[in-house]
């Protein structure tokens, strides 16, 4: 193939190096090549049609206490290709079937003097690269312990990037939107507040990082299959343009202890040309092992209330007494304490929720505050800080239990940790155990604040391995997770689909924390949820906070419209509707897309996109003839122009519209909106007007059922 | 009271203060001063028989992130004296009923500025002072952590001290004798290899450390109950003579995570003229809560023997392959390894262990090796090590479970964690449950090994906290622990007596790693053994180990008499016959007293005691009238002389004597014993020569139950 030829000979003039390995895509749109230098260095670049977007980028890894490291003197000792290509169904998802089609080349690497054997796996789709780094069984190589991973991404020019500060602890930033030269002047800017953070260079940021080259390419970094690996961070050399893998450390300073025989984590380039070629790539997916849960019909998506946006506001809190300046647990006696009146997990309050709940049609109801503990849960280092049993006085789990699950509800229990991760280890069991006894099948839970065994961070490998675990043993008990401030997903529910959601991003809480960027949603999708879906919990119709909570004054950056068309463009099996039930009662209309979305799929269309302006998609609810299509606005008013040739040849659909008023704005008018029915078929087209920070949300149900009377064509 | 005014006038003068408490013994021999310094640091002083012991001495903490800390500024804000005087009776122990009885000393104190209270808790018994700091409940001080603790033992002159380098990952080290300012000097040499080891300064020494004044006073610094606390080192002052508490520091560098209400261990100074008296004392177990057993009946006392002193020679092996680099458990087929053929926990060998302990009346065999990942256990750092469950292929649970049974012999467990304490952790509650499962009612922990977590010690707060934990964990199974390499034990079995042993000093392993200093056993006692009881494992009778294990050069440096007394003078309830069966077969008239001798005890008399020169202790069994006796002789060759007349009057009995020949010596002749029976009454005296690293042992049976024929008298 002369394209490929021609691209070998660049490589071989740019290294001088004639053991140059090329790949292929499928659909030959990738042409990746490995080489290694004159000095034994592996490296790859990555072209897309026809034009870098990788240069030559080098790979290996500085070990502790080996002064040659695996940095080079390699040799090619083996270089196998071949094709995979096969089909499977997710358990939940997006879509039905997913196709995982690729090329592979996995070179084994011998080293000079020390015979220590490294093989580097590519795999090339039709939506970009994979590659991890493999050490089989070997005498030379069994126990190692990494300083630094050295794996360049080395980029072509001054792109565009939608970018979070690097950190250890947290992912829970504004994006910035800048020119990679300007990454280093806006970060300080950029680290906003959290109440667990570490950053480390002034060029570093997280994965997945989004970017648009001058010339149009969409190109996405991040990882797969994070397991038993620190989680990737990348630091950016600003005059080169090259991004290097940044590792998370440990209490000592060490990156990564490993054991031959093992594996890397899958480092990933998705690149094209269209923005949505970017949201609908499964690639990550793919690039995890597959479903290890045997019969898995336990497992099912769930839309979900609860009692948590009221302590969120600061209408009520999670903790049931101020008498104390702390608690034990097993010795501070909460039935001889005085309430501080403020408590939310009451179980009047509780049944409220479930009966709102239960009326609407709701799935389950989240609790949160149940548990004693919260008097002194934060800020204080505290190793014994939830027993995750131990009710309040004021919350009667088996009177609640009853209760749900007379009126067809289940409550979702909450683990909050406080980041002290051994304390949760040590209760695990017991508290599964306790859920299963009482019916709770999901959890939430949550690792706010530093970690604790201490000098470990929220992303070093020691507590990545412990999320595992969590996860792994919920699955044991049948218990659906949704980790919050865990690390962020890359892909795992693949492997493991009891893991419903993670937070692991900037979601809904900062909107009553001082506000969210208002394009914070079109942003994402393109980074956050390729990893998995994120428990975003949209769906907030009050946007004034001070409503709730005179103290708070927040305001929530989004129209209403905005926030039904989350359901559908933020894809999560687990979705809330997080504001309170009153405020639902006030817009019954609205209140009704919440009701009717669906929360599993069988097809997505992505329909427009751009990361920080727009994002219009449309799914296919999962067994059902119903669409629901999502648009979310940026800053910009916009008119979005959408086709509906995705439906079915010949069905008309009844298509209702909950868009932006004219008026809106997300700023001075969030709560303007307009709702239309009209019928519309696969040759319909759309124009429909966004507010800033606004966007719409269409149900899309088959004609004849009904409510079509008066509907005129679109 | 005269005596008391003079001391607390001259206090006065030292510090030019008038806020002066005393305190006195039951006694009286001992006189606590306690007052605040005119910048309102606090400070004791302890008299003993109206001399000081322990100089002026600061007391105080250096917070984290408090300038004003917890050092100076104080005020007396309440004071009160008590008395208490309780007897109680152990689990086990070394007597009947031990004596509570002592005066007490609560100073309150409120910090200006600040207006933060802290409690000084000081306690006079007649042997000695126990005091520590609390923290009560305010919304002053919830949470805090400490830097330093700033607890001062001012000696009184250049002490002859008995020691071992100040560490926080070993106490397994020969002790020194030297001046106190000579330890600087001769740290270097004392710091001998370890497979864990982090020192921390020249002049850092441990507790329970043993001195000796020039006038003959014996002082014994230490601590009681180390609950959920790190643990105290002592550094000293070499120009001043000052000891200054030295915390074992966390990954980050910390001391100390504290939540009043809470206080510190006790800090103890145990004095007398006479090192009889320091054996004896019983106020590290005092000192801490009462049994939190609930009938503990199920806690019994252990002899045993075990698969282990092969494999601790080199003579066998606690792997099963030498196959692989590597192993991974879930992953390695242990079926399907080569076996090396020098595996010790075989089916047969086991058998061959629970025949020799049936036949001679032990209660158990120790079996280690018997479970996956002795393959690569140690120096790799690695998490997932042991699964506490799964047995080599050689090793059948349920057939040797049976064939105990059917003999009367118990299986000890064997859970070596490799310092891998959260893989522990996580699997406690399964190992624990096997173990009930399986028949098995003790478990010998270990923890070989830098700790995982990376940046803990053996001896930081979060690492003394997990031993606590398993103790308590194990103690809802009914399980006894025996735990070897955790923290040194600080009288925590009274309050947890399924906490039968613990090795955390350097054991008869030792003996066969290079060799003991011959003197090592006349030390112990003053002590490790202050703080509960060590399993030590005597009873070698081979002591050229060459003829075990012809690559192994040690030589123990013991007479197999001295092995003999051991199980006397190295008081616990848990005592091992560690030689292999072949070596007791050779010699079956001496090793007839470890056969017979008991290991539980209503009296304990010590009769002789010099540190690192000799100890010579009686005790009578538990229930029954025997009495058992035992004599360790340092490097001089001594005749030991003491008198029966702690036996009942009027009752003669027969006395078999264990004793070194004439020409034994620890080095050159350490099998040359003789063993003679003569009759005793309470008025008999003996005089019995001593061997260089020799001694004698004693039973004495009432008379008139046979064998007494041909018996001379003394």
């Given at each position: ?6 691209l ?10 004639i ?15 490995f080489a290694l230098?004159?000095d034994g ?8 049609n026809?034009k870098?977007?990788v240069?030559p ?6 070990l ?28 939940w998802g997006?879509?039905k079937t997913i196709r ?7 070179v ?10 490294m ?13 991890r780094y493999?050490?089989p ?17 080395a980029?072509?020019?001054n792109?565009?990037?939608?970018w979070?500060?690097?950190d250890y602890?947290t992912?829970?930033?504004d ?15 950029s680290i ?6 570490t ?5 570093g ?7 648009k080259?001058?010339d149009g ?12 690996y620190?989680c990737?961070?990348l630091n950016l050399d ?5 991004f ?7 209490a000592?300073?060490?990156?990564g ?5 093992c ?14 070629d970017?949201l ?12 290890k849960?045997k019969?898995?019909g ?20 999670w903790?049931?007494t101020?008498e ?5 647990l ?9 309430p ?10 509780v ?7 239960a ?14 503990g919260?008097?002194d ?13 131990t009710p ?7 009177e609640?239990?009853?209760?749900a ?15 002290s991760?051994?304390n949760y ?7 599964y155990r ?5 019916g709770?099948n ?5 690792y ?9 961070t ?20 049948q218990?659906?997770?949704n ?48 990893g998995?879906p994120m ?11 001070s ?6 004054k ?6 209403l ?5 989350l ?5 999560s ?7 309170l ?11 009704q897309?919440?009701k ?14 751009e ?12 067994g ?6 999502g648009?979310?606005?940026g800053?910009?008013?916009?008119t979005?122009?959408i086709?509906f040739?995705?439906?079915d ?11 932006d ?5 997300f700023?001075s008018?969030p709560?303007?909106?307009?709702i239309r ?8 087209k759309l124009?429909?007007l ?5 966007g ?11 409510a079509?009377k008066?509907s005129k064509?679109?």
């Open positions: 193939m002369k394209k490929g030829l021609q070998a000979c660049i490589f071989v003039l740019c290294f001088g190096n053991m140059a390995q090329q790949l292929t895509s499928p659909d030959k749109k990738f042409v990746l090549v230098q004159g260095t592996p490296v790859y670049q990555l072209d897309y026809g870098q977007v240069k980028s080098k790979l290996g890894f500085v502790k206490g080996d002064k040659q490291s695996l940095l080079n003197q390699f040799t090619v000792v083996d270089q196998k290709q071949s094709t995979f290509d096969e089909s499977w169904n997710p358990v997006e879509v995982n089609h690729y090329n592979e080349l996995a084994t690497l011998s080293q000079k003097e020390s015979n220590r054997k093989l580097i796996r590519f795999r090339l789709f039709n939506d970009g690269l994979g590659f493999e050490f069984q070997q005498k030379e190589l069994a126990y190692f312990v990494i300083k630094e991973e050295r794996t360049q991404f980029m072509t020019g792109h565009t990037a939608y979070i500060p690097g602890d992912q829970e930033y994006f910035t939107t800048s020119k990679l030269s300007e990454i280093r002047e806006l970060m300080k800017k906003t507040d959290n109440l667990a953070q950053s480390f260079s002034p060029t940021v997280q994965t997945s990082l989004m970017m080259s001058s390419i969409y190109i996405n970094l991040h990882e797969a299959a994070l397991i038993n620190s990737m961070h600003d005059k080169n343009m090259v290097e893998s940044w590792l998370t450390p440990d000592k300073g060490d990156k202890y490993m054991q031959a025989p594996t890397t984590p899958w480092r990933t380039v998705i690149v094209s040309s269209d923005a949505r970017i609908a790539s499964k690639m990550i997916y793919n690039l995890n092992e597959p479903n849960i019969d898995p336990w497992i099912k998506p769930v839309k979900y209330v609860g009692v948590w946006w009221e302590m969120i506001t600061g209408k009520s809190s903790s049931y101020n104390y300046p702390s608690v034990q097993g010795v501070t006696d909460f039935t001889k304490a005085k501080s009146g403020t408590h939310g997990a009451t179980n009047a309050n049944k409220k929720y479930i009966d709102f709940a009326k609407h049609g709701f799935d389950a109801v989240l609790v949160e505050g149940w548990n004693i919260w008097e849960w934060f800020g204080n280092s505290k190793d014994y800080v939830f027993d995750f049993v309040y006085p004021d919350f009667n789990v088996q609640l239990r009853d209760y699950k007379a009126k067809g509800v289940r409550i979702i229990m909450h683990h909050e940790t406080s980041g991760v051994r280890e040590r209760h695990l069991d017991t508290a306790f859920m299963k006894q009482n709770y999901a959890v939430k839970s949550g706010v604040g530093p970690i604790l065994p201490r000098g470990e929220h992303y070093s490998q020691w507590i990545v391995n412990h999320y595992q675990y969590a996860i792994e043993k919920a699955a044991d008990y218990i659906m997770v980790a919050h401030e865990a690390v962020r997903p890359t892909g795992i529910a693949r492997t493991y689909p009891n893991l419903i959601g993670n937070e692991s991003a900037r979601g809904t809480e900062y909107q009553a924390f001082g506000g969210s960027k208002a394009n914070h949603v079109t942003l994402l999708p393109f980074t956050r949820l390729l998995g428990d975003y919990t949209p769906g907030i119709f009050e946007m004034d906070l409503k709730l909570n005179p103290a708070n927040s305001h929530v950056n989004s129209t419209a905005n926030q039904l068309a359901y559908v463009t933020m894809y099996p687990l979705q809330m509707a997080a504001d039930p009153e405020n639902y009662d006030r817009f019954p209309d609205a209140f897309f919440i009717d979305v669906a929360i599993d799929w069988d097809d997505s269309k992505y329909l427009e996109a990361p920080g302006e727009y994002i219009t998609v449309a799914r296919k609810a999962k059902k003839d119903e669409w629901y299509l648009s979310v606005n800053y910009s008013k916009r979005s122009k086709s040739d995705f439906l040849k010949g069905t008309t659909y009844i298509a209702t519209i909950y868009a008023a004219k008026d809106a704005d700023k008018n709560q303007a909106y307009v029915k009209v019928l519309v078929k696969n040759t319909s124009q429909q966004c507010a800033p920070g606004g719409y949300a269409i149900s899309l149900m088959v004609a004849g059922k009904g079509t008066g064509s679109l």
